[in-house]
């Protein structure tokens, strides 16, 4: 039984992962944390006092998602467009 439930959760893992996720585990775990840094450093509330809510807001947002590297890219246009 424990042989056909572990074949059964397999076949679901592989259906749940797709290819684009399995590339951002692995580039993430390479790349997210330097991005994060740079992100928190670059959306610094401190930095806006005249847009201190948006950024304030992405800051928080970054928190969020830093081990999540896709994430991190569309924050990072986002940062660049509006602060």
């Known amino acids: 039984m424990n042989i056909l439930y572990r074949f059964i959760n397999r076949i679901k893992f592989k259906r749940l992962i797709k290819s684009n996720e ?12 330097t991005l994060y840094k740079d ?27 830093k081990y999540d ?3 991190l890219l569309k924050l990072k246009d986002e940062i660049e467009k509006k602060l």
């Not at 399995?22 to 944390?33: C, D, F, H």
Request: aromatic share 2%.
């Open 22 to 33: 399995s590339k951002n585990v692995v580039v993430g775990m390479v790349k997210a944390k």
């Open 39 to 65: 992100l928190v450093v670059m959306a610094h509330p401190d930095k806006h006092p005249d847009k201190r809510a948006i950024a304030e807001d992405i800051t928080s947002r970054l928190t969020c998602c």
């Open 69 to 71: 590297y896709a994430n």
